[in-house]
């Protein structure tokens, strides 16, 4: 089992910045990857940014690159979203998720274990 806690969401303007960050416990060791998804109201969930967990190799979503960022730091179990330029389209529940199988995915159900979400709220 793994457990995930998220923290950082909140109101912002367009344009602003926010830093989110999931705190990980449990079998952290079997953690193959780790990600950030979001969920819009009357919409599905969707992949935002990904990492690798030992390999640090990261993923972003068209709609969010070169405005995101995905970090991790190993030692704290911690993995981090660093939002810059934000948009009002941006506004979702945000979700960090972990995955154990050794298969790279954006596709939300190739992860089973998920946080309870923070609301992130872009005002125009």
């Known amino acids: 089992q793994v457990q995930l806690v998220e923290s950082g969401g909140g109101l912002v303007q367009a344009g602003g910045s926010l830093r989110l960050s999931c705190a990980a416990s449990?079998?952290?060791?079997?953690?193959?990857?780790m990600g950030w998804f979001r969920q819009a109201p009357g919409k599905e969930r969707e992949f935002a940014a990904g990492i690798r967990w030992r390999g640090g190799n990261t993923y972003y979503a068209d709609s969010v690159k070169g405005r995101f960022t995905i970090s991790k730091d190993s030692a704290k179990n911690r993995l981090y979203l660093q939002m810059d330029t934000l948009e009002p389209e941006d506004t979702a529940v945000y979700y960090c998720a972990a995955s154990l199988d050794a298969t790279w995915s954006r596709r939300p159900e190739e992860y089973g274990y998920w946080g309870q979400g923070t609301q992130v709220t872009v005002s125009s």
């Open positions: 449990g079998r952290t060791s079997s953690v193959y990857a």
